[in-house]
Each structure stands twice: as structure tokens, then as C-alpha cells.
């Protein structure tokens, strides 16, 4: 019996990866002007600054930190690394902000869960302040019932730390709870890894499914494995 599913936020609950794109665009094109650069070269600069901090970060929510990222690329087009850093950070994440939506499916899947007394967690690379901020724009706060971050956790998915820390939070055991994510290697494998029943999430109807892997193509569908 299923009595907590953890989900995780970016690109499972809502569709991250078409905004983040779109945000990105946003801050290049302000780095542009603020810095009376060429949109390529501003481009170049913020995606060096981004590679700079991954790779002096590996395995930590501050890898994914876009102030970081901004700063570095300021660095490296020789500006002053404080005075329009925080400026551009904010159009990136105002624009991320208005643009997310919740995937079909989610708020209903959240109240079915709520329901039947099933415990909704939600387990997410990156920053806390910025998750938060995306489950109350969202809408999903009001769900949530136990939240973990990498942050917090000290460590990224797939990392044994994360999971272990969602099942102390939620008090639920492995073996009766359901995690739910779009990533194979993090989600999926780190869940099974740590003895939580994985499901992937494959939202895109022409991404195929790796072989001997429980998948869904909608959150939706999440009902059919708690009841099941």
C-alpha cells in the first residue's frame, strides 16, 4: 500500500524545460544591453559563466545558483560583479515565474492523494528560496506535506542522502512509498536505488520508454498506482 509519493518539481510537475529557455533568452538579452554587448556575446559569456560554476560545484544545490552563473559571466566580460547582478537574476526568475503552469493533471492527482490520506512530498534539485517561490506560484504549497531540497540535503539526486532524508521527513517507509520523476538516472534510479517504487514520468508521446520501466505519460496516471 502506497502512503506517500514524493514528486519532483522541475519538469515533472510543470513543464521546465520550454521556460527555462525562454528565461534565459530574457537575461541575455538584458545582459546585452546593460553591458552594450553584442546578444551573442552576452550568450557566450552567461553559458561560460554557467559551465564555470558546474564544474567548480559538482553535486550541490549552488551549482544551479543563476546569480552565480550571472556573476561569473560579469567576471568574464570584465564588468563589476555586484552591480548588475541581482538586476538581471530577478528577469530571469520574474519572467520564469509568470510564465509556469502546472501540468495537466496535477492539482487533481494532489486532491485524489489528500483524499485517501496518501502524504504528497516534493523532492528537487536546486536552490530552497527559488522552489518555494514555484510552489506557491504554482499554486501547490497548499499540497505539500513534506519538502526536500538538495540544498538542505547536502546532495543532488541520485544520491542516497536525498531520498533517505525524504523518508525520515515523511515517516513513511520505503517499501510504501512512490516516487514520481521525469529523470531516469535521478528520479528513477536513485528512488529504486533507495528502495522507494520508482515511476517515470515521459510527458513527450515521442520519447520512448527504456525497457522493463514503469512509466506514465500524464500525472494523472499517478492515481492508478496508488490505488492499484
Known amino acids: 500500500m502506497i502512503r506517500c ?4 518539481l522541475d519538469d515533472t510537475l510543470y513543464d521546465y524545460e520550454a521556460v527555462n529557455a525562454a528565461a534565459a533568452d530574457a537575461l541575455v538579452s538584458a545582459l546585452s544591453a546593460r553591458c552594450d554587448i553584442p546578444a551573442d556575446t552576452a550568450r557566450a559569456a552567461y553559458r561560460q559563466g554557467r559551465e564555470d560554476v558546474k564544474a567548480r560545484l559538482p553535486d550541490c544545490a549552488a551549482r544551479h545558483n543563476r546569480l552565480l552563473y ?32 502546472p501540468r495537466d493533471g496535477v492539482l487533481e492527482t494532489l486532491a485524489f492523494c ?31 506535506d513534506c519538502l526536500v531540497t538538495s540544498e538542505e ?9 536525498i531520498f533517505q532524508l525524504c523518508l525520515e521527513k515523511s515517516g ?3 517499501g510504501e512509498t512512490l516516487f514520481v520523476g521525469d529523470s531516469y538516472e535521478k528520479d528513477y534510479l536513485g528512488a529504486r536505488m ?6 517515470l514520468l ?14 506514465i505519460r500524464s500525472i494523472s496516471e499517478v492515481k492508478d498506482w496508488v490505488t492499484g
Open 5 to 8: 509519493v514524493f514528486f519532483d
Open 202 to 215: 515521459v510527458p513527450e508521446p515521442d520519447r520512448p520508454i527504456p525497457a522493463e520501466v514503469d512509466a
Open 172 to 174: 513513511v517507509p520505503a
Open 194 to 199: 533507495a528502495g522507494i517504487k520508482p515511476l
Open 153 to 161: 540535503a547536502g546532495v543532488e539526486k541520485p544520491s542516497p542522502g
Open 70 to 101: 550571472i556573476q561569473r559571466a560579469l567576471e568574464r566580460l570584465g564588468r563589476p560583479p555586484a552591480i548588475d547582478a541581482i538586476y538581471l537574476y530577478n528577469i530571469f526568475w520574474d519572467y520564469m515565474l509568470e510564465h509556469i503552469a
Open 114 to 144: 489528500r483524499e485517501r490520506g496518501i502524504q504528497v512530498g516534493i523532492c528537487t534539485d536546486l536552490t530552497a528560496h527559488i522552489q518555494h517561490r514555484k510552489l506557491e506560484r504554482l499554486r501547490l504549497a497548499d499540497w505539500v
